[in-house]
């Protein structure tokens, strides 16, 4: 494919890419049961339970020390999450990783070749915009770019 080519290497002035690992996302297929595993794990119960209509996923947030732990399940056949569980099984679904503006970076990514899997940042859990990176471009590891919506209507 023509994006391999393309694909530019890190350069040492390159300013940082992320600010920081924001989330884990874990698909399950039960997520009532998942909340009660995970607030065993984390000696907490989940803080946020959360549809996303775009995806078609329930999602719950734990508290995991200094980063958050998302679960997801699928609400219907069409959403990701059954897709990936239907291919993979259940487990490590993305690691999401916190950017300032979340639109720029997106045109960082692409101008280095990597594949963006939507081209404008979508609403997800959690009050963030966020956008993925192509699993293919990252090592079999799907990467969520996410943004506090709060931080971009300042
Ligand atoms: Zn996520």
Redesign the pocket.
């Known amino acids: 494919m023509q994006h391999q080519n393309k694909r530019k290497s890190f350069q040492k002035t390159d300013k940082m890419q992320f600010e920081k690992l924001d ?1 884990i ?1 874990i698909a399950v297929k039960d997520i009532e049961k998942s909340n009660e595993l995970f607030a065993l794990l984390t000696g907490k119960k989940a803080y946020k339970l959360e549809a996303v209509e775009s995806e078609n996923v329930m999602t719950s947030f734990f508290d995991g020390g200094n980063m958050k732990v ?1 679960l ?1 399940q699928a609400t219907d056949a069409t959403s990701p999450i059954a897709k990936f569980i239907e291919k993979r099984g259940e487990g490590l679904h ?1 690691i ?1 990783f916190e950017v300032e503006n979340i639109e720029e970076k997106m045109k960082d990514f692409e101008a280095k070749g990597f594949r963006l899997l939507n081209k404008t940042p979508k609403k ?2 959690d009050n963030k915009l ?1 956008c993925f990176l192509h699993p293919k471009d990252t090592n079999g590891v799907l990467i ?1 770019l ?1 943004q506090s919506i709060e931080i971009s209507e300042q």
């Open positions: 989330h996302g998302e997801l993305h999401a997800g859990a966020i969520e996410c």
